[in-house]
């Protein structure tokens, strides 16, 4: 494939009158503030490097030092409880891979069937070092079963891996009791919680949780990319899963970088000063949304829960007979910017595995359609949104014509 | 988020997937075959109106349950078709119909090899429900872009019992 | 540690009339035209996932390839041949530990002995896996011994890694010459080359070379961090050293971020379109304050090799008599930003290990002094450094007064 | 770049090392002694003028081969001392130095205990050397911050042995 042909792509693709972005699951721009937080660090401060003793190693060891701790206090951790990594998938890698080194006699690793593939990934790559991944189910809602979790705990337990709120349908995982169902058991099992899509949703108080690992992202709240975070409680020495230099950060080796910490800790200034009203807003949007599709549209299904059991920001519908590849480029062709969890769009052409584990016929996978809120959405793109969706839908309808399904 | 793939279609594919050509049921068809499933996301229909005589395609159209170099495949292989005789059409190949659309991207290769697999079903169909004259050229065995469409169909029917609850 | 000392003690430590920051090694600002090519990307453009099948996602895909391509093209690889990583300290970390997945029976690596820690700790954390390092020693100017890398060859030889220049004393390596004795004695060797501080310096054609694996980092040329690239070879299946989602990258599970893609394309844009420039304006500048330092100081001893065998960046010299973390401190002070190879730098309290290996005793490590030069320097920094440093150098050794060493 | 640590001084460190107080060789000292080594990159010599009436400080001063904290920890123990009877004088402690100093880095510690280490040698010398009579409050065995010298010239040696060709 030419770069070239992208090109006329796109040119063929064209712009429709009005762009509404939802997809931010897969991809965000920053906020204006956080660039401008960003921007100094790139230009002229704070490029020093904290480990090394001049004015402007010490400027940036002051800068990182205090900003880190706006960070962890987002989460009531301390600033030594928080590692900064590259990416949300690092931390879950970190936290898996970090909990083997630990502990080498437990071999089980128990996660919910709809955890991030960064999970699920990291678990099953150490099939070889003897590790074994069970997965436990869910409710059509996307609940973990807690019976079935405490039925699987034992003494060869290493680690429960519970993400806080799923990516993709949205439902709010009962965190809280599950840590307390395998602390109840046994201290010595390690409780991860993946919070990239729940941080900044739903509090997080992850010293209260008692919970060993957590995973917090930047993008997730309008930070820049290739910056997360990873808690680790407070006694627990955990390694790093490749080596370098030692610098100020020890898990990730040389991941320091004051403009994008500059910008994740400005992001998390604005999500959670604004915390209850972000919500809101996104909560609003949210349902006015997929209330107003399954209104306005036949045989719409909602993936997830609903209510306060589901994340404010988001929006997961299946649209019966269409097949979500098209629906994404239909809808995008309208300007109107979303993802699905479609065999379709994955490379191994299988429907997405949260969808299937709630109980969805690949059928109805292959037709969902997930929308993100933040606080940069507005009411307006919600009514387009309402507005020009259902002749997508039409359109695509229109094509299938008389297959059955 | 799922394993995803970056999926740059060459502009054909978006022009026909905007504008398909030969789109919708054929009430006066002579023919019609599927193929794929729901299960793959993947379902085709191809219609054809064959004049007896010349063995030869008057018409054709598609309906598609797919993605859109599905519908693009589908909707570029009816265009192939034109009005070819039933021998020549035979004789398309997926990697006639993929080239037409720029060349599909490696991972969707078996949209183009869906639709053709649909229209060597018809032409099957034809020869042994419509006009039981088989000709020699219709091979016994099913060709390669045949068996991709079976392959697909196969692979529904494992996912279904996977993920089916 | 209080974070508010740290303010008091950038008080008590002041500002000098001018700066001049020399510490490129340990921490940079990027250049304007990186920053202004960075900037829409955070904001408005590229913001889609390359992955997703929508006109944002699409102008993303876009964009990856074109600027991808630009940077394969800098080393003369192809797109395909380089991986996106999230540091240099990764792409290292990557060829090492990768190398021992594609061939599980080999179990001895060598290394030089002035490679950086990222290579040298990646390979002992393999100690577990049976996995044993050798380190090829070096000549007093930091050049590897190819007689005894050719003898230290043998069937159970996995991998060879040797930097293309020193990062901390400039030494240009045979790398060509190894890599010639290595492939002659066994095909099946890899061999790496951590190309970090050579990026942008010398020529380096890895197609050419027929390198196995190759490191190139954005920010040594100006460009940001927590961006850098590992060359892989065609026909090497490497696997990721942790797991995600796949995406577009698959060495680094979601690492594309195209502001920062496009800072790194932009920084290497600038470094080859202007290479001979840039390098004759540095090396003029290095050879001026090396030898200026050593006319006008006395006991001042070069680091490494001289003239072309020196890496045109770089200036490391040893103030025989000073103690290095008091000499950063002081010229930090005069607004000379510089690093040392001085244990009271180091976290293990030992001297670098670059010159030690170049047969520097301890205390010769201890004054040592590295500073490097960008097309960012001046010829006015580098006369207010000649000016500057022999005051800093003669107040240090009034401290050391008559202690004998 | 090797293995590196933050040191984030607090501000008294930088004032004694811009402004060292009592530095310099002591022409007139009564007695004078080493602690550290230079491949460990850390020497102090304390100087002491003596009362030997009174068994107490006149004056003290220092010189300092080391980083930062090693001479503001040097400067830092001679204003400690000040005209201390050398009773008084052996008491003071590493910690003593590193409160003075606003805490100092946790891997610096050894810097405070260096200042001590020497002081204690020299205390020791003048009672071997030239005031013979030993005090009953001077230790046979010698004390947890003199040890910590002796530890890192061990060290010193040892890195000798490993590191010069
Ligand atoms: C729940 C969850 N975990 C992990 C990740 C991976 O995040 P990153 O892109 O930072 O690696 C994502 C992002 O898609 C996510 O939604
Ligand atoms: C030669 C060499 N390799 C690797 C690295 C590590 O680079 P990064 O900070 O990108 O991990 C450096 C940087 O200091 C270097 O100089």
Known sequence: MEMKSVKELLEVHGKAEKDCYFDWENGSIVDVEVFNAMKPFFLEKGYGNPAITHRIGWESYEFYGIEKEKIANSINADSVNLALTFSSTESNNIAVIGTTRLDKKRKKILVSSVEHLSVIHAVKALYDQGIKIETIPVSHNGVVNLDILQEKLDENTLMVSLQSINHEIGTIQPVKEAIEIVKDKDEDIYFHTDASAAYGRIPLDFLDLNVDFGTISSQKILGPKSIAGLYVKDGIKLKSIYEGQLSVEILSPDVEYMPLLAGFAKAVEIQFNKFKEINEHTLKLRDKLMYGLQTTIPRVEINGPEGHHRAPDNVNVSFLGCEGEALTLESSMSGIFASSGSACTSRILMPSHILTAIGRKPEEAHGSFLMKLTRLNTEEEVNYTLETLPKVINRIRSITGGIEL | ?165
Not at chain 2, 115 to 143: C, F, H, M, Q
Request: aromatic share 6%; glycine share 6%.
């Open chain 2, 1 to 165: 988020m799922s394993s995803r793939i970056p999926l740059p279609y060459a502009p054909r594919v978006l022009e026909l997937f905007r504008n398909p050509q030969n789109l919708g049921h054929m009430k006066d068809a002579t023919v019609s075959a599927t193929a794929g499933s729901p299960a793959c996301g993947d379902i085709i229909i191809i219609y054809l109106k064959i004049n007896d005589e010349t063995e030869s395609v008057i018409k054709s159209s598609f309906e598609s349950y797919g993605c859109a170099s599905n519908i693009a495949s589908a909707s570029q292989l009816t265009i192939l078709i034109g009005k070819l005789t039933l021998k020549e059409a035979w004789e398309i190949t997926w990697k006639q119909v993929s080239d037409k659309l720029g060349k599909l991207p490696k991972i969707k290769t078996h949209c183009g090899s869906l639709a053709v697999g649909g229209l060597r079903r018809a032409i099957r169909k034809y020869y042994s429900e419509v006009n039981k004259k088989k000709p020699d050229w219709l091979p016994e065995e099913i060709t390669k872009d045949e068996k991709h469409a079976l392959e697909e169909e196969a692979l529904a029917e494992k996912m279904k019992k996977k993920y089916v609850l």
